[in-house]
Each structure stands twice: as structure tokens, then as C-alpha cells.
């Protein structure tokens, strides 16, 4: 902005006995930037002291409304009528802007210090214009008339003494040019000289102003020279302003000359700079809101804790939200056998401090085979679902969440160089400052732990983001946590499994002898059904082998024939019906069609998602493949490619 007061002076404010408050319109940067002085009715001027005196309260926009209004007295008597008060500019003289050669600057920062050289300026002004000066057409040496002044008023007793004798004085030169002077003649008449001693006192007066005098006099050389060189000293005082400028922007003028290609490139791309802060913490901003929305949907309800907390039986089915900002957390599971089985909690570290979430279990109780279960990220989550059969709780992690990203803002006051962010980045290299709209080096910046430090300190009123992030590390995963829906078809083969390490156990029921060398004396209690010829195993579906293919084009439900076969169908969705199929029997269903399509949960059914343990209907993608397993009655689990 620019300075819009050309003065930087208000009063002199006449006293009225009653009134404290003494409003000023000259912008300044902070209270101590204005001084106020006070003169009672003899002329008899007292410099006050800011905070002791008097206060100072600032217009909170000194772009738009400079100014402010001082508080004098704060406490005790109002200013007299008959004395006055006056506010003044009190701006240091000094130049507190440091711009690193070759690196980025604030546009604001320079501005800001224009303003104060302007401020400046206009301070020695307003002095100037209270001062004594010669006029513009004179030619007397400035210097040599002060200099002859300062001496006149050292001697103003003496002038004043032989100005008072004139007369006198005048007597006595008039004699000493006469051919024979009186004085001489006196000199040999006693008499005369006595009457001269009679009269010493006056003769004592004549001899100290004619010192006086002679010094006046000695002096017409100087008075000469300073009247000789008026033009000079007259054309320097003309031009004082712009050199006072220049010479308070010396600094200034030769970093923007020497940066000019930075500046200019600066410039070309300045959209881009502005732009960037905000784009930053919109995507931020974004991201939080998509995670808290998604998590508020999958959850009975969404619970916040910011302290240690014991999971309670009302928490079933919720996601607790946990503020770590404050210190590391844990969190402990209730005993699963207080519970009913397939007791289920979500627990996700929703900020993005260093600190962790701990998840502890009661008792005897296990997680995934161990007693804890950390989360160490920001928006790192896992459900907990209890097993009463097994005293374990199965935790299901994500690894990480939408986002990673923190954005800090701050503003400079142009002295703080340490700022502390709301988290721990671990390296400046996880950190993006973005000051005044310029991006700052990483040579211009430490970082200790989550403090900021700036070899410069940010200008006053500049602000500026530091957007920082923390690595997420993927690990390993937990034990039990890797389901089948998570490995590619075809991913397990014979080179992963140990020699020896798949037992009878593992086989099922009625397995062909002839390609694994499997007999029913392998497993005692089993014996063989239906016909076994050669190489081909079949069964009263049909080939053991393969998966028979039931097409179908448009919506079809389930039937109790479909056991062991596969339905292509290409159209209209499939409905899983209820009373229909027994515990152990599967049905394949193969979306042959370039749209998703519904699979829908019967009345009276509940089929289970897989991989996260909701129910519902779900969607099949284009040439997904999905298999729907009875596991009770009336009951499904569903799993397969392309499914959501």
C-alpha cells in the first residue's frame, strides 16, 4: 500500500482539563513508532514515556485507516486547558530488512520498507520545517553563518555593552585619527590621566568590546567564502530529499540489481506462486474431509477420544477417532469373554503427530498373536473383531490413510526466527515453505525436532504455510491379517509350500487317488462315492473337474441346483435367496458384461463382505468373478474380483 499522509505530526492538541484520549492518522508499524510530547502554558516542553505516560491503541488496518489513538494520562489529572499535547512519527532510523543474495524475497517485505523509509523521510521533514533556514535565492555560506552566529551569541554581553557606549567608543576613534590626539596628550598630562584613571570604568568598557570588534572584523574572509559557494550549498539543499532516499535504499537498490533475473522470473510465474499456498491446503483440506466422510458411513457412529480410554459393550460397531496431539494414547480392548462373540471396534490416530496410538488387550486375551497393536501414522486404522472361540482379537489394518500432508500457517513479525509446527516432519526435506508467495530454499531454514528456524526472521505481517509430511512406512503385515480376496489367482505355487507341509488334513473329501496319491486308507473313516473312471472324477453335478456353466441374460436368483456350478449372466443381477442352500455349498457367478451388475441379498438372508465384514448387496464389475459361500443358515460369505 501506498502512504497516503503526507505529514506525520498531529497536534499541537490544546488541553481542555477533561480530555485523554489524543487521536493521530499517520500510519506506523507499531506502538513505539510515534512519540508524544507535552507543553504546559509557559512553553516549558516533557518528552512522556510510552507504557508509563501513556498508551498507544493502533487502527487494526493501517493500510485503509492509519493511525490510532493515545491514552494520555493513564491515570492521574487530564491535560490543562493552557498546555498542549503533540504526536509525532518516532520510526528508528535504521534499515532491519536482510534479503539473502540469490535467494527468494517477499514483494510485501520491500514494500513494507519503502513505507518506512517514506516514514522517515517524512520525519525529517516535519523537523526540517520547524528549523531556521536561508532563503532559496541566498548565496551566504550555511556553515560559516552558523558558525558566525553560535560566536555572536557567545559575545551578545560584550555587543551589547558597546552598544550601549557607542557614543563613547565613537569619542575615542574619532581622536585616535586626529593629527594630535588627545589621548596622547594625555599620556603626558598627569593631570589628564588622572582624570582618565577618575574614569577607568568606562575605559575598561571600550577595551573589552574593541576585542569584540577586531574579532568581527577578522572574520570577512569566512562570511565571503560561505556568500561565494550560495549556488552549491543551495542546490544540495534543493535535492536533499531524493538524497536522503537513495542513501537510506543503498542496501535495497544493489540486491534488486544484483537478484534482477530472480525478480523478473518471479514475476513471469507470480500467478502460479499465489495460487499455490491456497491449492495446498485446499488438497489438505480435501482429503481430510473425504476420510472423516467415508469413515462416518462404515461406522453405527464416530467417536473422538484425546485421552487413554477402556473400549465399553455400547462402542460395538463404532470407529473411535483418536487425537494423539497431546501425547501418546492407548486404547484397551474390553475381554472378549465379557463380550459376545463377533464383538466389533474400529480404531484409527486421526492426527499428524509423532505420537502413537497403542491397542491394548485385557486379560489373557491376544491381537493377532500379540498383547498390542500400534498405530504410528496419521489416518492409519484397524477394526478389531473378537473370536470367543480363541480368546483373539483379529485386527485388520490399512497401513496408511487419505492423506499425509499437514499445512501449518503463521505470520512474521520481523524479529521471531523459531516456529514451531503442530508436528515432528523428521527431515527438512519432508517440508515446503511457501513465505509471502515464494517458495523458500532449504539453505534458508534448519529444522530441530518441530521447530522452524529461519537464518532471517519473516518480515512483520508477512504470512506464511509450511506444508510437511511424515513417511509412512508399509511393514509387514500382521499375522492373520492377509485374506484370501488379497492374493492373485494363481499367486500361491509349488515353490512357496514346504516339502511335506500339506497333510491329509488338507485334503478334501473323495481326492483322486490316481493324480495325488490319495487313498482312503490315508484318512481313516473316508471311503469313496460315485464313479471314478481313469483320470475323470464325477459326481451327480457332474465333472469334478470343472465348474458346470448355467447362462443366464437376464436377472436371475439363486436355485438350489446352481451348488458347485457357475453362472455367467449378462444382464438384470443375481439374487441370493433365503431357505435355498445348505452349510459347505458355493456358487460361482461371472459377470459377462462390459457393466456392473448387482448382487443383491435376498429377504431373510445376510451375506457378508469378505474382506471387511459388512453386508448388503454388492456390485460386480465388468467381467468380475465372485464366489458366495453358505457358511450358516441363511448366512453367506462373498468374495471375488471386481467386487465392491
Known amino acids: 500500500m501506498t502512504i497516503a499522509s503526507t505529514t506525520r505530526k498531529a497536534g499541537p492538541l490544546l488541553g481542555t482539563g477533561s480530555q485523554t484520549a489524543w487521536p493521530f492518522a499517520f500510519k506506523v508499524f507499531a506502538a513505539g513508532d510515534v512519540a508524544v510530547t507535552i507543553a504546559n502554558s509557559a512553553g516549558v516542553e516533557t518528552a512522556l514515556v510510552l507504557n508509563t505516560d501513556y498508551s498507544?491503541?493502533?487502527?487494526?488496518?493501517q493500510e485503509t485507516s492509519p493511525g490510532g489513538t493515545i491514552t494520555y494520562p493513564i491515570s492521574g489529572s487530564a491535560l490543562p486547558s493552557g498546555s498542549v499535547l503533540t504526536v509525532s512519527g518516532d520510526?528508528?532510523?535504521?534499515?532491519?530488512?536482510?534479503?539473502?543474495?540469490?535467494?527468494?524475497?517477499?514483494?510485501?517485505?520491500?514494500?513494507?520498507?519503502?513505507d518506512r523509509a517514506t516514514m522517515q523521510i517524512q520525519q525529517l521533514k516535519e523537523q526540517v520545517d520547524r528549523s531556521a533556514k536561508l532563503p532559496v535565492t541566498s548565496s551566504v555560506d550555511a556553515d560559516a553563518l552558523v558558525a558566525d552566529l553560535v560566536r555572536l551569541a557567545d559575545s551578545a554581553d560584550n555587543i551589547d555593552t558597546a552598544v550601549a557606549n557607542i557614543a563613547a567608543i565613537q569619542t575615542v576613534a574619532s581622536d585616535l585619527n586626529e593629527p594630535v590626539s588627545e589621548i596622547n596628550t594625555v599620556a603626558v598630562s598627569?593631570?589628564?590621566?588622572?582624570?582618565?584613571?577618575t574614569n577607568i570604568t568606562s575605559v575598561t568598557t571600550v577595551a573589552g568590546i574593541s576585542a569584540n570588534v577586531t574579532t568581527v572584523a577578522?572574520?570577512?574572509?569566512?562570511?565571503?567564502?560561505?556568500?561565494?559557494?550560495a549556488t552549491n550549498i543551495n542546490a544540495v539543499n534543493a535535492n536533499k530529499t531524493n538524497i536522503d532516499t537513495v542513501a537510506s535504499n543503498n542496501t535495497n537498490v544493489n540486491t534488486v540489481a544484483t537478484n534482477i533475473t530472480a525478480v523478473n522470473t518471479a514475476a513471469?510465474?507470480?500467478?502460479?506462486i499465489i495460487a499455490a499456498p491456497s491449492q495446498a491446503a485446499a488438497a489438505a483440506a480435501?482429503?481430510?474431509?473425504?476420510?472423516?466422510?467415508?469413515?462416518?458411513?462404515?461406522?453405527?457412529?464416530?467417536?473422538?477420544?484425546?485421552?487413554?480410554?477402556?473400549?465399553?459393550?455400547?462402542?460395538?460397531?463404532d470407529l473411535l477417532r483418536v487425537d494423539s496431539s497431546g501425547g501418546a494414547r492407548t486404547i484397551t480392548l474390553p475381554a472378549i469373554s465379557s463380550q459376545d462373540d463377533g464383538f466389533k471396534v474400529a480404531i484409527v490416530k486421526w492426527t499428524g503427530d509423532a505420537n502413537t496410538v497403542t491397542v491394548q488387550c485385557s486379560g489373557s486375551d491376544l491381537i493377532n498373536g500379540s498383547t498390542t497393536y500400534v498405530l504410528d501414522a496419521q489416518y492409519k486404522s484397524a477394526t478389531f473383531v473378537a473370536d470367543f472361540e480363541t480368546n483373539t482379537w483379529f485386527g485388520?489394518?490399512?497401513?496408511?490413510?487419505?492423506?499425509?500432508i499437514v499445512v501449518d500457517a503463521f505470520t512474521g513479525d520481523g524479529s521471531t526466527t523459531a516456529f514451531t509446527l503442530s508436528g515432528e516432519p523428521g527431515s527438512k526435506n519432508n517440508t515446503l515453505i511457501i513465505l509471502g508467495g515464494v517458495g523458500q530454499l532449504k539453505s534458508s531454514?534448519?529444522?530441530?525436532?518441530?521447530?522452524?528456524?529461519?537464518?532471517?526472521?519473516?518480515?512483520?505481517?508477512?504470512?506464511?504455510?509450511?506444508?510437511?509430511?511424515?513417511?509412512?512406512?508399509?511393514?509387514t503385515p500382521s499375522d492373520g491379517t492377509v485374506s484370501a480376496v488379497k492374493l492373485a489367482d494363481a499367486a500361491v505355487t509349488t515353490s512357496k509350500l514346504a516339502d511335506t507341509s500339506v497333510t491329509s488334513a488338507k485334503l478334501a473329501s473323495g481326492a483322486a487317488a490316481a493324480n495325488i496319491g490319495y487313498t482312503p486308507a490315508n484318512k481313516a473313516g473316508e471311503t469313496f462315492t460315485g464313479p471314478v473312471v481313469a483320470t475323470a472324477l464325477s459326481d451327480a453335478i457332474g465333472n469334478a473337474r470343472s465348474i458346470p456353466q448355467n447362462a443366464k441374460t437376464a436377472s436371475y436368483t439363486l436355485a438350489a441346483t446352481d451348488n458347485g456350478q457357475h453362472i455367467s449372466i449378462t444382464t438384470g443381477g443375481v439374487t441370493v435367496p433365503s431357505g435355498v442352500f445348505s452349510v459347505g455349498q458355493s456358487v460361482v457367478i461371472f459377470n459377462n458384461s462390459a457393466s456392473a451388475q448387482t448382487i443383491t441379498q435376498g429377504a431373510s438372508t445376510t451375506v457378508y463382505n469378505a474382506g471387511d465384514g459388512t453386508t448388503g448387496n454388492r456390485t460386480l464389475g465388468a467381467r468380475g468373478l465372485a464366489t458366495v459361500l453358505c457358511v450358516a443358515s441363511n448366512v453367506f460369505a462373498i468374495t471375488g474380483a471386481g467386487l465392491s
Open 286 to 317: 480435501s482429503a481430510a474431509a473425504a476420510a472423516a466422510s467415508a469413515a462416518s458411513g462404515m461406522y453405527s457412529s464416530v467417536q473422538d477420544k484425546s485421552a487413554n480410554y477402556t473400549v465399553v459393550a455400547g462402542d460395538a460397531g
Open 396 to 404: 485388520a489394518g490399512t497401513g496408511s490413510g487419505g492423506t499425509n
Open 268 to 272: 513471469t510465474n507470480i500467478s502460479a
Open 190 to 197: 598627569i593631570a589628564n590621566v588622572d582624570a582618565v584613571g
Open 218 to 229: 577578522g572574520n570577512a574572509t569566512n562570511i565571503n567564502a560561505v556568500a561565494g559557494n
Open 91 to 114: 520510526v528508528d532510523y535504521d534499515q532491519p530488512l536482510d534479503l539473502p543474495s540469490g535467494g527468494n524475497f517477499s514483494p510485501l517485505a520491500i514494500e513494507n520498507q519503502l
Open 56 to 61: 498507544v491503541a493502533l487502527n487494526s488496518n
Open 445 to 475: 531454514y534448519s529444522l530441530a525436532g518441530a521447530v522452524i528456524t529461519f537464518s532471517a526472521a519473516p518480515p512483520n505481517g508477512v504470512l506464511f504455510e509450511v506444508s510437511w509430511s511424515v513417511p509412512i512406512a508399509i511393514g
